[in-house]
T-cell receptor
Framework: GAVVSQHPSRVICKSGTSVKIECRSL??????MFWYRQFPKQSLMLMAT?????????EQGVEKDKFLINHASLTLSTLTVTSAHPEDSSFYIC?????????????FGSGTQLSVL | GNSVTQMEGPVTLSEEAFLTINCTYT??????LFWYVQYPGEGLQLLLK?????DKGSNKGFEATYRKETTSFHLEKGSVQVSDSAVYFC????????????FGKGTTLSVSS
């Protein structure tokens, strides 16, 4: 079945540095990818919708200059957390929409646990 | 707005016990409802879904029925196994083109032998 690879699975960084998270669709082309964030004991919250070749659409309250999303190809979207601070520590998950017979299906990466010291 | 509420975890059961994880939703219109499962170290996987009222989704012994009158989509399994230990997420889709899923907080299930 379709697989989404997300890398890295865990990253620890110093405050003020930038971190890039990659999300790849391995055996299908994903015109749309979604980025979610989950704080402990909270829901998965949608951050942004990423469309290949165009600017991402951010949800209300998500800073586009802080969370840079690039979807330059049909198989890769990246999320860069710029100038990370401890409050950005969270679990980030990407998902990709894949065309399947009869409709579409969403596939998820395994997530990235970001810890900012 | 649209939202999903599911029961707090963790849920700890012995093998072969009956499982219920409650999920209720708030939505305008007629959303589709989903249960996703995340096994340790893996991505979320679709477990089952229902697209209209009274539909029953089922997979791997798990079932959930779309109850519009109670706005619920409770997940059940008659006899859990150790391998069912995972985090379970209830979610809805507004069925509008280009929209993402709205998730609950997730419920951790631990099954011991």
């Amino acid at each position: 079945g379709a697989v989404v690879s997300q890398h890295p699975s865990r990253v620890i960084c110093k405050s003020g540095t930038s971190v890039k998270i990659e999300c790849r669709s391995l055996d299908f082309q994903a015109t749309t990818m979604f980025w979610y964030r989950q704080f402990p004991k909270q829901s998965l919250m949608l951050m942004a919708t990423s469309n290949e070749g165009s600017k991402a659409t951010y949800e209300q309250g998500v800073e586009k200059d802080k969370f840079l999303i690039n979807h330059a190809s049909l198989t890769l979207s990246t999320l860069t957390v710029t100038s990370a601070h401890p409050e950005d520590s969270s679990f980030y998950i990407c998902s990709a929409r894949a065309p399947v017979s009869g409709g579409e299906k969403l596939f998820f990466g395994s997530g990235t646990q970001l810890s900012v010291l | 707005g649209n939202s999903v509420t599911q029961m707090e975890g963790p849920v700890t059961l012995s093998e072969e016990a009956f499982l219920t994880i409650n999920c209720t939703y708030t939505a305008t219109g007629y959303p589709s409802l989903f249960w996703y499962v995340q096994y340790p170290g893996e991505g979320l996987q679709l477990l089952l879904k229902a697209t209209k009222a009274d539909d029953k989704g089922s997979n791997k012994g798990f079932e959930a029925t779309y109850r519009k009158e109670t706005t619920s989509f409770h997940l059940e399994k008659g006899s859990v196994q150790v391998s069912d230990s995972a985090v379970y997420f209830c979610a809805l889709n507004k069925n509008q083109a280009g929209t993402a899923l709205i998730f609950g907080k997730g419920t951790t299930l631990s099954v011991s032998s």
